[in-house]
């Protein structure tokens, strides 16, 4: 990638040495030739402390024989690379002179004689006996040597001369050549530039393969975090250093952690919103829903009581018997309504949770049979054929009190749908941890569309028949509200001759 850290670091290391390289070839052409000659005058004078130390310890050694001392003198100027020559000046004033740098010229060569007439102007220029050539520069001068700088114009070369005192009678002649510091300075600026072409390749390799594994685990962060992004908070990065990646990926964990704890209880605060809102819309429409069936279901009875008051009122009956059926009718109408009234408020009461369900221990089987015998009259006067099985004691777990309301709903019930041959029939049957309770009645099936609606307030399947037995629908709503205080099943199904609701409680 074209912005990636990797091929930054690529580009940086690489212009990196291509300006150390630069700025090396360029002080090598500008401080080199002070530094050379530098080191070319150190050099001079260091060797011509060596020669002086020699010269003094054969003095010192008594040796008569000067072949140490030549062989001394030879290897320094060998080594060094440096042409040296050691003279003497005699009692008749002829400078008497011992070549190192040529021992195989003759003494009476050319060459011999062409170096002797140059040393003779240099020292008798020392001496004061004469003047040095233009071409000579002065570098250096105290008691001890004096050092030049010299161009050869046969030879058009560089040189760096030294003549220096050993003792009153013996001298010493230096000659470094300084031309070829030129040409070292070419061919160092020429290794120099292909040590850096060779530094930039292996220096690319490097920084490809280490800015891989440099830009790998950041690349991993980045994956994590476009991850969180998106709200998955399953990735982790797995810290395997102590440097600032590893601390990073630490912070990455520690975050992602601290935002999937927060947005989990953000939704968990947003669910309980959203519950508590589908609540407040629940109990409006409950309150509507009420407060509309109420006025529907009262709205008859009212009228009625009004009527049959007006009459009473108005004198327009004489007969004590209508006066006393116009009576009746208002009581029973008042007295309907006192009973769907607290109905009402038992079956809001359940909805709403304002009382606690109380769990208790009890023998479901005598509640069953004290509901019945409450229901002892009517079942006679429908010449009901009553089915019971008596089983032993069944003891649940529940609130006993709702739980015969559950039953008298439901034999209620039973009782106002039956028909040929008036058949109830009530059951017990134990079923694991739990006991399904059972009424069945012979009679007309319920159609399938209604069997989920039934167990809303105020739906009736047949209207007429429920006006004729009074019924206002609430019974099974409170069936239903029961129940899920329980929070256990309840239902009702078709059979082949009838209809059976049943429920089921805890065995334990």
Avoid at 468 to 480: H, M, P, Q, T, W
């Amino acid at each position: 990638m074209k912005n990636s850290i990797r091929t930054r670091l690529i580009i940086v290391l690489m212009a990196f040495i291509v300006i150390l390289v630069m700025l090396t070839i360029v002080m090598n052409l500008t401080l080199f030739d002070k530094y050379y000659a530098k080191e070319k005058k150190t050099s001079l004078i260091n060797m011509f402390g060596e020669v002086n130390k020699i010269c003094k310890s054969f003095e010192e050694s008594g040796v008569s024989s000067p072949d140490e001392l030549y062989f001394s003198l030879d290897k320094l100027e060998a080594n060094n690379g440096v042409t040296l020559y050691l003279f003497s000046l005699k009692t008749d004033g002829i400078w008497n002179y011992y070549d190192f740098a040529y021992p195989d010229v003759d003494a009476g060569s050319i060459a011999f004689k062409m170096i002797k007439t140059q040393l003779d102007d240099y020292v008798n220029s020392y001496f004061g006996w004469g003047e040095l050539p233009s071409n000579y520069v002065k570098l250096e001068s105290n008691r001890m040597y004096n050092m030049y700088k010299v161009y050869d114009d046969r030879i058009g070369s560089n040189y760096m001369e030294l003549f220096g005192k050993i003792d009153d009678s013996m001298y010493v002649y230096l000659r470094a050549n300084y031309q070829n510091m030129k040409e070292s300075v070419e061919i160092s600026n020429k290794f120099i530039s292909y040590i850096g072409i060779v530094f930039l390749v292996i220096g690319a390799i490097i920084m490809f393969f280490f800015g891989r594994s440099f830009t790998k685990p950041i690349l991993k962060l980045a994956e994590i975090a476009d991850r969180m992004t998106r709200l998955d908070f399953d990735a982790k990065y797995d810290v395997t250093s102590d440097d600032e990646i590893g601390k990073l990926g630490n912070s990455m964990n520690m975050l992602s952690e601290k935002l999937e704890s927060t947005v989990s209880e953000l939704k968990s605060a947003n669910n309980e919103l959203q519950n508590d809102i589908e609540h407040k819309m629940q109990i409006d429409e409950m309150r509507q829903e009420f407060l509309s069936n109420v006025s529907h279901e009262l709205k008859t009875p009212i009228a009625l009581i009004q009527g049959y008051a007006e009459g009473l009122q108005d004198d327009i009956i004489d007969n004590p018997e209508d006066r006393r059926f116009y009576c009746d009718v208002i009581l029973d109408e008042a007295g309907k309504m006192n009973r769907m009234v607290k109905r009402l408020l038992d079956l809001n009461q359940l909805e709403f949770g304002t009382e606690k369900t109380s769990m208790e221990r009890f023998d479901i089987v005598e509640v069953i049979k004290s509901v019945v015998a409450s229901a002892d009259i009517l079942l006679k006067q429908k010449n009901v054929t009553l089915q019971m099985y008596e089983p032993a004691p069944v003891f649940v777990w529940a609130e006993e009190y709702l739980v015969e309301e559950v039953l008298t709903n439901y034999l209620s019930n039973a009782l106002n749908h039956l028909k040929e041959p008036n058949v109830i029939r009530i059951y017990t049957k134990k079923q694991g941890d739990l006991v399904r309770i059972g009424i069945f009645n012979t009679g007309d099936n319920i159609p399938e569309a209604e069997l989920d609606k039934i167990w809303e307030k105020f739906y009736k399947v047949d209207k007429a028949r429920t006006r004729e037995y009074g019924g206002n629908g609430i019974g099974l709503s409170i069936v239903k509200a029961i129940m899920k205080s329980f929070n256990r099943e309840y239902g009702v199904k078709n059979c082949e001759d009838g209809v059976e609701f049943w429920f089921e409680l805890d065995l334990h």
